[in-house]
């Protein structure tokens, strides 16, 4: 099991890596879907229950970048 703090340590790793929007882009895609896809199966949620924790998922990734890599959140939102 992933704890909440080394998951976030693993998410700031990897955002603190980029330099690039659209490769960080794609590779924080994959992860959301790797992810998101791993708690939607082992929960076994309803379609509507998967929406939301992919949403979920995508709402703290952009709470990360905006904190921790303003520069980033910049160039995402031009």
Do not use: W
């Amino acid at each position: 099991m992933i704890r909440s703090n080394a998951f976030s340590e693993m998410l700031l790793a990897h955002v603190r890596k980029f330099t690039d929007p659209e490769q960080f882009l794609l590779e924080t895609n994959s992860i959301v879907l790797n992810i998101g896809g791993l708690i939607c199966d082992a929960l076994e949620l309803s379609e509507e229950a998967e929406d939301e924790v992919f949403a979920a998922l995508r709402a703290g990734i952009k709470e990360i970048i905006r904190e921790y890599r303003p520069d980033l959140h910049a160039l995402l939102h031009q």
